[in-house]
């Protein structure tokens, strides 16, 4: 495994130090950390602030920007950020309406951005948080706390920072980004893992022909190991998982994200979702928009996800929104 | 010894932050097979702030301020699910505690009972949720338990017991952090956590035993 | 080498047909091939059709869109689409304004192009072409038509695409194309093969610690082969080749993109323009835009390559015209 | 076989097509050699819709119509360097040829002349460029020196000349295709093009023979 880092020096500094050179018309760093704000940022509405571990790029900063996050409170890799940056990132960007978290929900995340909270208590800054679980194959549904975020944090932070940026307030931003949050399910496959920056480690092992179903993207366990399949059989598993977890059907409408985990290509991604709209056709399903974009990902691991967000009026007009960043631009092509 | 001085107990934190470097590679290879094994990397990369903290300055007035220091150089440069927990474990301590100078076996086990409750209130694992807590619960009820004339002894008794917790996390099902979606499949590997705070006590011991 | 495709059927045409069910709303197939089209474009202008082998998404298809190409015309994988869909696709978007085609500088491109523009000839639709030679590692200055296409494409693309919705003529389109294509050179870094889709097999052979500087997108020999190195040397050596090959001197006024080859994670590609940018900012060079992107693949090979575009105010006012597609959106960010 | 007519000319290609289906991972593995390993891929796959498109009609009525067709589906899918170029081998012969419905071993000769003639203009190589023009030129020397009077004989001297062809291409350093950018480092490897042509020869020339 060659990855090209420097032999000293902090990864993610460095890497962050490299985004922000990139892309220093957008972005500024929180002084002396790896988070970064939106320079250009909405005035006088609700701040939004993602974050979590690094290595999933561009997860979490490249969701940065208009009609999306204000901040990004970045961690070590894989690592949640601790209670320090996550407060310091909300202080640089909180306007006096409030401060909305989202991260995935996962142990460490929750820690530090509890902690976060009580400590942006003391400074006087309302907060909230969304934590997104939408990965349905990490744990079953009645214990739905217990479910990982993957890349429906996404869509999670699209729709929230759409209604941080019609000024609606903490509360009513929190009510429309927990329902969206409510109407997203994901579902990943693993081929190969990723390896851990930095330590030249794979996160996981899988045999020459195997892959996993629901496989977490720090290769936490999923919901069946098998031997590789061709791309309809792959997609038409997972689909049904989904289908049966959403109760999706005839005349539902839903945004549709096929995400690739890091080394797997746009021909292949662009294959699954061939597959995955003989299903969604065949079965009625409206589908209102789709991606297909690497955006949540775990170093070079293989593999991809599906994550399916059912829309209603309310979520559309959000999800419509325009929005703008280095690695989500939507607008009215015209 | 009996009980140690602030800088004694600086050598001694220091001590166990030099264990806990030198571990980086174990504790991710432990955290490896079951959790998404970055624990050396964190517990390392905390307990080197910490260390440099510790060094940079030679005026700590209170065995309060060396703890403090150490947890905060945790808590606010680790992430993850450790920086968090560990860094109560150091800072729960002396939550309520008046400022001493001293630390002897009564104090230092008043300390570790604190540090499990301030755990457990925020991590809201228990004892059998194969977390750091089974190591460390186990180490603070020792303490209580054992004689607390001697803190070298005292830290034997805590190092003992940790030790006997790593081992009992192996036939846990694990309930909290990333280990907890394996289920049944986590029984059979120690936690990473729990292994931190057994290396932790041990060095803590050694430091002591060779000043006797 | 796991790869998420189907058991039968094309490769490149179930990938097509996935790409163009996601972005339904903006392309449609030319009819029988797989070839796409801009359903929006801009009317009454100069066509621009891009295009060539499949394989390296998400070019060529990605940066079809506003202020982009009206259509790109795709051939099987690495290899150049065929005379007949070329010309179809040239049928499809003229608007007898006449069609640039803008493609990478291959045998079989070449090949096939020009013989597309003789069939175009027959029907009386005006062509012209640019082909693009930005790898300078492909061949020294003096033969620089022997020279490879790589990432400088989508600039040249970008540029292009801006002047032809400028309303300009094809010779001006060409003439201002041509001039970015010459301002416009790229150096690329190999760390580990992509695999020929279909064939499982890698498309070359890399040791365990070795690496190749200015190797090609199909696995065509660079400058040097050598041991793996930290980012730094490996930015160092890349950079210097660019700056003497360019003639960099101060107060240049550059865009850069550092592009992914397919592995290579943002978070390495991140690393490799925190060391670029060391080095523009050392030596006063003006960076008026960054990109750190996957644009320009090799399926899963891994590496990168680093492009750079020296601006004048006209080409500036090309680049910084509005574009959209699914893979490249530039807007002002205010 | 003094000649051919329309029909066994087409089973004839069929043949050559056949020859190349067959032989495309050992084309694949040549190319990748030296060039990006696609070239079995883009053979097979032209020759495929070739043999279709050939055995989908029985109503050829000339030699030129059974070529056309072949060249036609070639440079039509194929793409990528050997569509232009083979598609001409086969289209280049016929374009100034009057409509025939017998081949013979002087038609064909001429016809392979004026197929190096187009190759040559449209792609520049010149004999010595390790391209398949430095099998096919030999070829069609060969059939214009060679007595004409067997098309079967005249088969066999061009699949030789072909095969000598691709043995001296492993001399040459490559001026096109993927391979220029190699430049010495090419000598020692076969061209992929070549090794097309000699397959392409030697099938016709098995066919012919087994039909005598
Ligand atoms: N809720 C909790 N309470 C106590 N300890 C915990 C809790 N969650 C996780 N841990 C401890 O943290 C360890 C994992 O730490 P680390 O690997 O650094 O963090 P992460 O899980 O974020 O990767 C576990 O082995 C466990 O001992
Ligand atoms: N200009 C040319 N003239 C004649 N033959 C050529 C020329 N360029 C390439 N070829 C032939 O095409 C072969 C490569 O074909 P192929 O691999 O299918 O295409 P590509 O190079 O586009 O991958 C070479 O081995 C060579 O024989
Ligand atoms: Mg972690
Ligand atoms: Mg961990
Ligand atoms: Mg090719
Ligand atoms: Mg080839």
Redesign the pocket.
């Known amino acids: 495994m060659k990855k090209i880092l420097n032999q000293s020096g902090d990864i993610v500094t460095q890497s962050t130090q490299g985004f922000l050179a990139a892309y220093s018309k957008f972005f500024e760093a929180v002084p002396e950390t790896n988070c970064i704000v939106y320079k250009n940022r909405r005035k006088g509405k609700v701040s939004l602030v993602i974050g979590g571990?690094s290595g999933h790029e561009p997860l979490f900063s490249g969701f940065v920007g208009k009609g999306l996050a204000d901040a990004s409170a970045n961690g070590n890799i894989?690592?949640?950020p601790n209670p320090q940056v996550i407060t310091e990132t909300a202080k640089a960007v909180d306007e006096g309406k409030g401060v909305l978290f989202i991260y995935g929900n996962?142990?460490?995340?929750n820690?530090n951005f509890d902690m976060a909270e009580e400590m942006c208590g003391f400074e006087d800054i309302k907060t909230a948080h969304v934590r997104v679980w939408d990965d349905c194959a990490s744990a079953p549904k009645d214990r739905i706390e217990d479910r990982r975020g993957i890349a429906g944090d996404i869509y999670v932070i699209k729709i929230a920072g759409a209604a941080c940026d019609a000024g609606l307030s903490l509360e009513e931003v929190v009510r429309v980004t927990e329902k969206a949050r409510n109407q997203i399910n994901t579902i990943g496959l693993a081929t190969s893992p990723g390896s851990i920056p930095g330590l030249n480690k794979p996160t996981f092992e899988l045999g020459e022909d195997e892959i996993e179903f629901g496989m977490g993207m720090?290769g936490e366990p999923g919901i069946e190991r098998t031997t590789m399949k061709p791309a309809n059989e792959l997609v038409d598993r997972m689909y049904s998982e989904l289908k049966e977890e959403m109760s999706l059907h005839s005349g539902d409408e839903v945004a549709v994200l096929v995400n690739g985990l890091g080394s797997t290509t746009l021909l292949e991604l662009n294959t699954v979702y061939y597959e995955l709209d003989k299903h969604l056709k065949s079965e009625g399903i409206i589908v209102h928009d789709a991606e297909i974009k690497n955006w949540c990902t775990c170093q070079e691991m293989g593999g991809f996800s599906i994550t399916i967000l059912r829309l209603d009026e309310e979520l559309k007009k959000y999800y419509n929104a325009p929005c703008c960043s280095p690695y989500y631009a939507r607008e009215a092509l015209t | 010894m009996k009980s140690i001085n602030v800088e004694t107990c600086k050598q001694m934190v220091i001590a166990a932050c030099d264990a806990i470097i030198e571990s980086k590679e174990y504790l991710t290879e432990v955290?490896s097979k079951i959790?998404?094994?970055?624990?050396g990397?964190?517990?390392s990369g905390g307990m080197e702030k910490a260390k440099t903290a510790l060094m940079s300055r030679d005026d700590f007035a209170t065995i309060n301020d060396v703890f403090k220091t150490t947890g905060m150089q945790m808590l606010n440069s680790?992430?993850?699910?450790?920086?968090v927990?560990?860094g109560s474990m150091f800072l729960g301590g002396i939550k309520d505690l008046e400022p001493i100078t001293e630390l002897d076996g009564e104090l230092f086990s008043k300390m570790m009972s604190a540090a499990v409750k301030a755990?457990?209130l925020?991590?809201?694992?228990e004892i059998g949720?194969?977390?750091?807590?089974?190591a460390l619960e186990p180490a603070a009820v020792a303490l209580e338990k054992t004689d607390k004339e001697d803190l070298t002894f005292c830290m034997g008794e805590a190092a003992k017991a940790a030790g006997e917790g790593v081992e009992a996390t192996k036939t846990m099902v694990a309930k909290?952090?990333?280990?907890k979606s394996l289920m049944e499949r986590s029984i059979g590997f120690q936690?990473?956590?729990?292994?931190?705070v057994k290396i932790i006590f041990e060095a803590m011991h050694s430091y002591l035993q060779a000043q006797e």
């Open positions: 571990g894989f690592a949640s996962y142990e460490g995340d820690l720090h | 955290d959790g998404d094994g970055d624990h990397i964190g517990m680790m992430g993850g699910a450790s920086g927990i560990f755990i457990k925020r991590g809201k694992a949720d194969k977390t750091m807590v089974d909290f952090g990333r280990a936690d990473a956590g729990a292994t931190s």
